[in-house]
């Protein structure tokens, strides 16, 4: 009881009485999983990073499906600068849900943070954005565009998430699909450089030179001091599509 009370604690933001249950609760059950992954949540928002990464492991020791305390886990890693340790867990964790259907039901019928509290929203989709910003180094296209799916679901409104995915999408050659997205987020940004930019690529990697300078001209229009936009403009007229790079 101590428990469900403690989350309802931590939901109504009165994280000193969610603290205090959650420690009673453990000293009572000390191999409660979701009681050390709470708290840990709590330790974190509080910066006690080294007890909040005891508990996550802990919470991962006593129920290794336990996705939120790996998720969690890495994140706390990546706030600290320990990438690959961070995206060790993660993928761990991604792992051994995918290759049991019991465990997905299970993970799904969990209770979920991500999707109520806003704060950790931002500090998780920041951590799949990462994930993506490496699967892009080696060029490892599709697993980038799961994880950028994965910030949009998490924080709909990130626009450097939006716009890579456009620009992924394109390199991966569907270029109907990255000018329906890039339109999109011209519609809803249209005083943003960095879309028109991208816009007039996929028109020149498509062959619609005369599209491309339009985008790169109305850019050039917002920036005339823009470098970037007056070199796609220059190179334009004799570059090949190979010669341009998102």
């Known amino acids: 009881m101590s428990l469900n009370t403690a989350i309802e604690f931590f939901y109504q933001k009165d994280y000193e009485k969610a603290q205090n249950l959650l420690e009673q609760e453990l000293k009572h059950n000390p191999k409660n999983a979701e009681g050390h992954y709470y708290l840990g949540l709590i330790l974190h928002q509080k910066d006690s990073h080294s007890k909040a990464m005891i508990h996550f492991q802990k919470a991962l020791e006593y129920d290794p499906t336990h996705t939120n305390a790996a998720i969690a886990l890495s994140v706390l890693y990546n706030d600290l600068g320990l990438y690959q340790e961070g995206a060790k867990i993660f993928n761990q964790a991604q792992k051994k849900i995918k290759s049991s259907p019991t465990l997905s039901e299970k993970a799904a019928s969990s209770p979920n943070i991500l999707s109520n509290d806003p704060h950790l929203n931002k500090k998780f989709s920041g951590k799949h954005l990462e994930l993506a910003d490496l699967y892009l180094t080696y060029n490892r296209f599709d ?56 816009l007039g690529l996929v028109y020149f990697s498509k062959g619609n030179s005369v599209a491309a300078k339009e985008e790169w001209s109305n850019a050039l229009g917002l920036d005339p001091s823009n470098k970037k936009t007056r070199s796609y403009l220059t190179w334009s007229s004799s570059a090949n599509e190979t010669t341009l790079e998102f």
Request: zero cysteines; a positive charge; charged letters at 35%.
């Open 143 to 198: 697993e980038a565009l799961l994880e950028l799916k994965k910030v949009l679901e998490l924080d709909s409104q990130n626009l450097e998430a939006a716009l890579k995915m456009a620009k992924v999408t394109a390199k991966k050659g569907l270029y109907a699909l990255a000018l329906e997205q890039l339109k999109k987020l011209k519609s809803e940004h249209p005083k943003n450089i960095e879309i028109r930019q991208a």
